[in-house]
């Protein structure tokens, strides 16, 4: 069976709480937790910075996987990493293939793993080179920038073809997965599931967790 892993995202959590949201997370049983980084420019929204990522370090021993969404990633890929961060993605977007040596090359010169992220109507399969090098890719199945959009159809076909092509490369999906998207996009390929009102908004977030990490 393959391991499917729900990252909560915590995009959707209470900030006001987020030492209380973090602990609920780990008690639901994850093991992993998505950190959305908007810079205003690159997306059309302004969240958190090293700081509050560094802040939740000091609240939780569980992986944090931080999704740079910002037009200028790489002098901010230090910052994410001493803040705390485990894994960095990048989007190729933003990076262009001029960069993108540079950008695996430095996110793995700090030890934190390197992620590849792609817009919906960005096709990965351009990129295969690229994630050769690579220790995950996500796909985006909303356009960036805000919580709770509906889940893009189209992308499910290029998230098939990625599988198809690498195998063994863990791959996550963000935007719009929650109990009716989860089964299909796990049946394309995807290892890696963030959800965020579909987790927090969750009467019962264990038992979400439990039936989509089941799905594998």
């Not at 796909?139 to 709770?148: D, E, I, Q, R, W």
């Not at 098939?160 to 299909?184: H, K, M, N, S, W």
Request: charged share 20%; with cysteine; glycine share 8%.
């Amino acid at each position: 069976m393959t391991r499917i892993s729900v990252l909560p995202s915590l995009l959707s959590c209470d900030f006001a709480h987020l030492a209380d949201e973090l602990q609920r997370c780990a008690v639901a049983g994850a093991s992993e937790l998505h950190v959305d980084v908007m810079d205003s420019h690159f997306v059309p929204n302004l969240t958190i910075g090293p700081m509050l990522v560094a802040a939740m370090r000091r609240h939780t021993d569980l992986i944090l996987d931080v999704h740079l969404m910002m037009t200028r990633p790489l002098p901010y890929v230090d910052a994410f990493r001493s803040a705390g961060a485990d894994r960095i993605y990048v989007h190729v977007e933003a990076i262009g293939p001029r960069g993108i040596d540079q950008a695996i090359s430095q996110i793995a010169a700090t030890g934190a793993e390197v992620g590849l992220a792609f817009n919906p109507d960005t096709d990965p399969l351009m990129w295969l080179d690229a994630l050769r090098q690579v220790d995950a890719a996500m796909l985006m199945t909303v356009y960036p920038g805000f919580g709770g959009q509906a889940f893009i159809e189209a992308v499910r076909p290029r998230l098939q073809a990625l599988r198809e092509a690498c195998p063994q490369l863990p791959i996550q999906v963000d935007g719009g997965i929650g109990r009716d998207t989860a089964e299909r996009v796990v049946a394309d390929g995807a290892t890696r599931l963030v959800c965020g009102n579909a987790f927090f908004g969750d009467p019962d977030p264990a038992g979400f967790l439990a039936w989509a990490e089941g799905l594998g």
